[in-house]
């Protein structure tokens, strides 16, 4: 089972956390896949979580996250790009999920399913589509533990990073207290986190950059590397 005690006490600390998102894995060898990127270095788990509905896209859901959360000590983030997630979250969390990230879109009272997370013991997370600006979380803003700026259409691995969101991140950063992550998610690699983390993102997912590459460990270091020095 998970070796994260506390999972706020986890994302508290401001320093910056790579978390692979296993949607771009193998999924014949899940097992050994995670395994690699936890001995690789990573820092966190990112999960995909589609329905076809909110998203056009279907990835996986409660059974896989059963199968993997022993395999696994990684602090594990649900990203629910799902519709109904107040109905479908705490099922999630009680498979092994330490996270949770939901869409507003979808959710139509966010502070209930917030209590609700809390009350599971799990973190929160809000995720913002390109579409979606950053004003519609500001009533709830300081409840939540992370904040994630989408700088992909969700759906699908593998898409070129949407430049003009880094505004939404500049925009965000001050609005955040210092325990509390800003993530960014949707092609980020060694050629643009940089700028990533130059605007103000801690926490970065990294599907494609970390799985496809031919040695994980290298490219979550060299990833590490560019991030920090763009951290100053």
Same mark, same amino acid.
């Given at each position: ?9 986890? %994302? ?13 894995? /193998?999924?014949?060898?899940?097992? =050994? ?9 990573? $820092?966190? !788990?990112?999960? /995909?979580?589609? $329905?076809g509905h ?16 022993? !395999?696994?000590? @990684? ?24 996270? *949770?990230?939901?869409?507003?879109? +979808? ?5 209930? @399913? ?11 997370? !809000? ?15 300081? $409840? +939540? ?6 700088? +992909? ?12 969101? %880094? /505004? ?10 210092? $325990?509390?992550?800003?993530?960014v998610d949707?092609? !980020? ?6 700028? *990533? *983390?130059?605007?103000?993102? /801690?926490?970065? *997912? ?15 270091? =060299?990833?590490?590397? %560019? ?6």
């Amino acid at each position: 089972m998970t070796s994260i005690k506390n999972a706020k006490e986890f %994302l508290r600390q401001p320093r910056l956390r790579i978390a692979p998102s296993l949607l771009a894995s /193998d999924f014949a060898r899940l097992a =050994e896949e995670l395994q690699r990127i936890e001995s690789a270095g990573a $820092d966190m !788990v990112h999960l /995909d979580i589609m $329905d076809g509905h909110y998203v056009p896209n279907i990835s996986f859901g409660v059974p896989i996250i059963e199968k993997i959360r022993p !395999v696994c000590s @990684l602090f594990f983030d649900a990203h629910l790009m799902i519709e109904e997630p107040d109905r479908y979250a705490e099922s999630f969390v009680k498979a092994g999920a330490n996270g *949770v990230t939901f869409h507003t879109e +979808v959710c139509p009272h966010p502070a209930h @399913l917030i209590e609700k997370l809390r009350g599971w013991g799990a973190t929160v997370g !809000v995720g913002l589509n390109p579409r979606t600006p950053y004003t519609v979380v500001e009533e709830f803003l300081a $409840d +939540v533990d992370l904040v994630n700026v989408m700088t +992909v259409e969700p759906g699908f691995g593998g898409q070129k990073f949407l430049t003009p969101m %880094l /505004d939404k991140v500049r925009a965000l950063k001050p609005r955040l207290r210092p $325990d509390q992550r800003l993530e960014v998610d949707g092609g !980020v690699n060694s050629a643009t986190i940089r700028d *990533v *983390v130059a605007a103000g993102a /801690d926490t970065i *997912v990294a599907g494609t950059a970390v799985f496809r590459a031919a040695d994980p460990a290298a490219a979550i270091a =060299e990833l590490r590397t %560019l991030g920090a020095a763009a951290a100053g």
